[in-house]
């Protein structure tokens, strides 16, 4: 098992630019989350999603969008990059909401 | 919704002693609690996890504690080690909010 796989791990953007930060797990876990972590902070809920077809705003999800068209896959837009974005980006998916949350790698972005 | 805060922001410990981390939550409907390590540079990782029909859960040297009437949990790590420097987040979670609340984190360090 390969558990939670993020890519790509670095990336540098202009402002202005969109870019797509790919989240893909093989537990058949129906739960995945992004969450963004700011130097020095905690973790904020951007996105979640239940299942395929199921998404739903976290506490920051201004400026980002998903999309579950997979049990395994869930990938996080970016458009229009800005500077406020610059960030770790973790993918994480789980059984439900009462069990182990399992991280991805997760993806250092800047926004220059 | 849920809120949940976590004291002390840092935390110092001498190798050997022992270290204490404190949470509290609001929603009295919480009834899941997981523990979090996130080593420099790595992803958050479950270390441990209680539930509200348990008072106290034990694993080697780490054990959370659960007051739900004062609706708060703890995190004891004993005879601390050099590998237990890294942040440490709390979180909370509940049937019919489909994510985690998490704290804002503890940064513990452990002076050799």
């Known amino acids: 098992n390969a558990g939670v796989t993020q890519t790509p791990k670095f990336r540098i953007l202009k402002i202005g630019q969109s870019m797509t930060l790919q989240c893909a797990q093989d537990?058949?876990?129906?739960?995945m989350y992004w969450y963004r972590q700011d130097p020095g902070m905690g973790l904020k809920l951007i996105y979640y999603?239940?299942?395929?077809?199921?998404?739903d705003k976290g506490e920051v999800p201004n400026g980002y969008n998903v999309s579950r068209s997979t049990t395994e896959d869930f990938p996080l837009r970016l458009e229009l990059a800005a500077p406020s974005q610059t960030s770790v980006y973790f993918c994480?998916?789980?059984?439900?909401?009462?069990?182990?949350?399992?991280f991805g790698p997760g993806t250092r972005l800047t926004v220059l | 919704g849920e809120n949940v805060e976590q004291h002390p922001s840092t935390l110092s410990v001498q190798e050997g002693d022992s270290a204490v981390i404190k949470c509290t939550y609001s929603?009295?409907?919480?009834?899941?609690f997981p523990w979090y390590k996130q080593e420099l540079g790595k992803r958050p990782q479950l270390i441990i996890d209680?539930?509200?029909?348990?008072g106290e859960k034990k694993d080697q040297r780490i054990a959370v504690t659960l007051n739900k009437t004062a609706k708060h949990f703890s995190l004891h790590i004993t005879e601390t080690q050099p590998e237990d420097s890294a942040v440490y987040f709390c979180?909370?979670?509940?049937?019919?909010?489909?994510?985690?609340?998490f704290g804002t984190g503890t940064r513990l360090t452990i002076i050799p």
């Open positions: 929603d009295s409907a919480s009834n899941y």
């Open positions: 537990m058949n876990h129906n739960y």
């Open positions: 999603s239940v299942g395929a077809g199921i998404t």
């Open positions: 209680i539930r509200s029909n348990v």
């Open positions: 979180a909370a979670s509940q049937v019919g909010n489909e994510k985690l609340t």
């Open positions: 994480a998916s789980s059984w439900d909401y009462l069990n182990e949350q399992f």
